[in-house]
């Protein structure tokens, strides 16, 4: 039994999105600032609406929203890599800061049935978003749900904060699990309860149990306990969402009411023409007499303004922290007034004349960079990320702020700001990557500032061949790297037939990135052939057993074995892999369904869809 072949040689592991061929290069032109990211590093949530079919023209009903952690306000436009003849975008401002929605709507015509990913970029982060189409004459999936003697939606996982008076988002979700007997598009659409309704369309590629992630729309009215019903022609299951009270107001005084604030501290540095970060904040003192949610703010004054929001949760004197956002427009004292409700009180800032720009060169101007050293990986079609950087030199006559930025070679490009603190020979500068590669072979970049400017070479390799990948919750997940399949057993010494996939998410570097195997052993020892394989038969009459492991990455750079095998002794999370063709050189298939957390109770589930396999054997 070949049982997490490799559990004693990972460690800690980086986690990286690989993408299908791009056609165009994503952009993003945007005077706010933020991330699509948390702070482990994940993306943040985003959903998919739509049925995309190849040949048809797409509607405002096509579209992905995704989430934003914005720090600094002001407009924004957002436009996805143009793929398989479409692409998304969006564009508007952000009036506040803190987590917002962003809708980004589709434009143009699919023009094949695939699989397509789609990067989109808000800031320096990138996030990988997997859209399938659909051959135009795709008829609707049949499917019922999985339902408990007592009509209840069995298995049903409610996502999101529900709160009286408060209107959902993305993040505000229900997942359902459905037995699909013919493949094809799917619309789903709940009751509205108490001001709630849920909804999802797409496509059910496979057939077999699976599960389909439900949107909420709407606001609760009141707070208490709601059955929502989930309903398809043939069957229907109702699932239960929880409505907490909505928040109340604080009651609450500005210290210095009518005059300067008291307690006002102001932290970050303020110059004309540099916007303002998460480090620009403005303390002042409040007197809370009643607990509950405040919002605090200034007017825009010089292109700046201050805000607070949240919940007081005791009463008394407190400090507030007031967050900057904007770009200051000129240099001088500027007068700020704070408001909360009727109250007023004010502080002043003094804006800094903007810094005379650095002057500098690049060192090995007019010919190779010198001493450039080149890190990360590059491959075809995978995006550049943080690991991906060019350390330079340059020689500094006058201290001062810069920009570097290379010409667009191959999809890729380099670029640093910052500010040279004093003169200097040799000093490194490290460029940031971002982009993907569009072809193997040496591209050559070059950084120019003012009349000079310096060469350095990336060498990109090509994709991998095959295809190894799924959704992880919703998550699209490529472990192309090193994929492959195996059909014989050589561990005990005689070659056994069976069936083994492998595949990473990347390169190795120093540890081992996270992983994935399928496995498939026929108990007669005979050839695995084409055909559905899934947990339920190993047990007399059985003829077969699977096992999947798959290898993640946590918050806290620890793994964790995500695993699921055919049932014996007790139940195990349903899985199928379908196998629809083999060749001598080649094996080709799908799969989807559940692991668990074998650290943990088998209590944690991931939910596995989408998944395909087009793999050489070795």
């Given at each position: 039994?070949?049982?997490?072949?490799?559990?004693?040689?990972?460690?800690?592991?980086?986690?990286?999105?690989?993408?299908?061929?791009?056609?165009?290069?994503?952009?993003?032109?945007?005077?706010?600032?933020?991330?699509?990211?948390?702070?482990?590093?994940?993306?943040?949530?985003?959903?998919?609406?739509?049925?995309?079919?190849?040949?048809?023209?797409?509607t405002s009903a096509n579209s992905i929203d995704i989430q934003a952690d914005v720090t600094g306000t002001g407009s924004y436009r957002?436009?996805?890599?143009?793929?398989?003849?479409?692409?998304?975008?969006?564009?508007?401002?952000?009036?506040?800061?803190?987590?917002?929605?962003?809708?980004?709507?589709?434009?143009?015509?699919?023009?094949?049935?695939?699989?397509?990913?789609?990067?989109?970029?808000?800031?320096?982060?990138?996030?990988?978003?997997?859209?399938?189409?659909?051959?135009?004459?795709?008829?609707?999936?049949?499917?019922?749900?999985?339902?408990?003697?007592?009509?209840?939606?069995?298995?049903?996982?409610?996502?999101?904060?529900?709160?009286?008076?408060?209107?959902?988002?993305?993040?505000?979700?229900?997942?359902?699990?459905?037995?699909?007997?013919?493949a094809g598009s799917y619309t789903i659409t709940t009751t509205a309860v108490n001001g709630l309704s849920f909804s999802a369309t797409g496509m059910f590629v496979n057939t077999g149990i699976q599960y389909v992630t439900l949107t909420a729309t709407g606001s609760p009215v009141t707070s208490g306990t709601f059955n929502i019903t989930a309903d398809t022609p043939s069957s229907s299951c109702t699932f239960t969402v929880a409505v907490t009270p909505g928040a109340t107001a604080a009651i609450y005084t500005l210290g210095g009411t009518g005059s300067n604030c008291t307690g006002f501290t102001l932290a970050g540095s303020y110059t004309s023409g540099t916007a303002m970060t998460a480090a620009n904040t403005a303390k002042i003192q409040v007197t809370v007499t009643a607990t509950g949610t405040y919002t605090i703010s200034t007017a825009a004054v010089n292109g700046v303004s201050f805000a607070a929001s949240g919940t007081f949760v005791t009463t008394g004197l407190q400090t507030v922290t007031l967050t900057a956002t904007g770009t200051p427009a000129a240099a001088g004292v500027k007068t700020f007034v704070v408001s909360a409700g009727t109250a007023t009180c004010n502080f002043d800032i003094t804006f800094a004349q903007v810094a005379a720009p650095a002057v500098f060169t690049l060192s090995g101007s007019p010919g190779a960079c010198n001493n450039a050293v080149v890190n990360g990986i590059y491959q075809v079609n995978s995006p550049l990320t943080t690991a991906n950087t060019v350390v330079i030199k340059v020689d500094v006559t006058s201290a001062g702020p810069y920009t570097i930025t290379t010409n667009a070679v191959n999809g890729i490009q380099f670029s640093a700001t910052g500010v040279f603190i004093a003169a200097a020979t040799?000093?490194?500068?490290?460029?940031?990557?971002?982009?993907a590669p569009v072809a193997a072979g040496t591209s050559t970049l070059s950084p120019a500032v003012g009349n000079t400017n310096c060469t350095f070479d990336i060498v990109v390799t090509a994709a991998p061949a095959g295809i190894f990948n799924c959704k992880i919750d919703g998550v699209y997940t490529s472990f192309y790297n090193r994929a492959h399949a195996e059909v014989f057993d050589n561990l005990t010494g005689t070659p056994v037939p069976y069936l083994f996939l492998d595949g990473f998410t990347g390169e190795p570097n120093g540890n081992t990135v996270p992983q994935l195997q399928l496995f498939i052993n026929m108990n007669d020892n005979s050839v695995v052939n084409p055909g559905t394989y899934d947990e339920q038969h190993?047990?007399?009459?059985?003829?077969?057993?699977?096992?999947?492991?798959?290898?993640?990455?946590?918050?806290?750079?620890?793994?964790?074995?995500?695993?699921?095998?055919?049932?014996?002794?007790?139940?195990?999370?349903?899985?199928?892999?379908?196998?629809?063709?083999?060749?001598?050189?080649?094996?080709?298939?799908?799969?989807?369904?559940?692991?668990?957390?074998?650290?943990?109770?088998?209590?944690?589930?991931?939910?596995v869809t989408e998944g395909a396999f087009d793999l050489p054997i070795q």
């Open positions: 039994m070949r049982l997490i072949r490799t559990l004693y040689q990972l460690s800690v592991a980086i986690i990286l999105l690989s993408s299908c061929q791009r056609e165009d290069s994503f952009e993003t032109a945007a005077t706010s600032a933020g991330t699509l990211k948390s702070v482990s590093g994940n993306c943040l949530g985003s959903s998919v609406s739509g049925i995309f079919k190849a040949g048809s023209l797409l957002i436009v996805s890599d143009t793929i398989n003849g479409f692409s998304f975008s969006a564009e508007g401002n952000f009036n506040s800061t803190g987590i917002h929605t962003i809708h980004l709507l589709a434009k143009g015509t699919p023009k094949s049935a695939t699989t397509n990913n789609f990067n989109i970029r808000y800031g320096a982060t990138t996030c990988a978003i997997a859209v399938t189409t659909v051959a135009e004459n795709v008829v609707p999936a049949v499917y019922t749900y999985a339902t408990a003697t007592d009509g209840a939606c069995s298995g049903a996982v409610v996502s999101g904060d529900f709160k009286a008076g408060a209107a959902v988002g993305i993040a505000n979700t229900v997942k359902l699990g459905v037995n699909v007997t013919a040799g000093i490194s500068v490290t460029l940031q990557g971002f982009g190993f047990i007399p009459p059985g003829t077969y057993r699977i096992e999947i492991d798959c290898f993640l990455q946590n918050a806290d750079q620890s793994f964790t074995i995500w695993n699921t095998s055919s049932n014996f002794l007790a139940p195990n999370p349903p899985f199928t892999i379908k196998i629809t063709s083999r060749t001598a050189t080649n094996i080709k298939g799908t799969f989807s369904g559940q692991l668990t957390n074998l650290l943990d109770g088998s209590t944690l589930r991931k939910v």
